[in-house]
Structures are given as structure tokens and as C-alpha cells.
């Protein structure tokens, strides 16, 4: 059974850090992307980054860049969200997605339906 757990959401003031994990299980690791997405109230979900755990390869919004890191630990098959220099607008749930055999590139030229496997997500919450 595939599953991608996210943890790591919560409270936190504007300018502060968290870090998002995403366990996965039930696939073989190394043959998907694995990215990040968010959807704040009444908005549409939006790609914010993603890695190919085979070659390190990454993809990052605009929106984050310089603010949001991504990596992986294909040691235990589980992928990480550091989010500094927080603000309001990155309220969000953010969830973990994951899709077969492609490039990060991907996220910045398909939405989210192409993308194969999700988890339940978790809240960020970022007060002014």
C-alpha cells in the first residue's frame, strides 16, 4: 500500500522556520518525484517544490525560492520542507505528492492532477 505521511505543520509567527517531513512506503523511492503542494482557503493548489530522490534534481517556485529548501533522505525514504522567512500568505495545507518515472521540471509546467499519489496534509498556519 503506497503512503506518504506528512508531519510537521503548525503555528508559527511571521519570520519563523518550520520543517515539513513526508514519509513514504508501499514504492520504490528512487523511481518518483516527490514534491511539495499547498491550497490556502478558497484558492486553487499550487506546486511549491520537489526533488527526484534518484539524482537530487530539484524544482522550486518562485514564490519560495530563497526561502523554502527541499531534500531527501532515500535512507528512509522520506522527504523534507525547510520553510524560513515564513509569512502570512504561505497559510496553507501542504501536501505530499509523489509521481512516477518523471523530472522535477515537471511542477512547473502541469498542476496537480498529473501527479499519482498524495498524503492528507498538514497545516501551516503563519500569523502577521
Known amino acids: 500500500e503506497v503512503q506518504l505521511v506528512e508531519s510537521g505543520g503548525g503555528l508559527v509567527q511571521a519570520g519563523g522556520s518550520l520543517r515539513l517531513s513526508c514519509a513514504t512506503s508501499?514504492?520504490?523511492?528512487?523511481?518518483?518525484?516527490i514534491g511539495w503542494f499547498r491550497q490556502a482557503p478558497g484558492k486553487e493548489r499550487e506546486g511549491v517544490s520537489c526533488i527526484s530522490p534518484r539524482n537530487g534534481d530539484t524544482y522550486v517556485a518562485d514564490s519560495v525560492k530563497g526561502r523554502f529548501t527541499i531534500t531527501g533522505d532515500n535512507a528512509k525514504n522520506t522527504v523534507y520542507l525547510q520553510m524560513n522567512s515564513l509569512k502570512p500568505d504561505d497559510t496553507a495545507v501542504y501536501y505530499c505528492a509523489a509521481k512516477f518515472l518523471t523530472t522535477p521540471q515537471i511542477m512547473a509546467v502541469l498542476g496537480p492532477s498529473v501527479w499519482h499519489e498524495w498524503g492528507q496534509g498538514t497545516l501551516v498556519t503563519v500569523s502577521s
Open positions: 508501499g514504492f520504490t523511492f528512487d523511481d518518483y518525484t
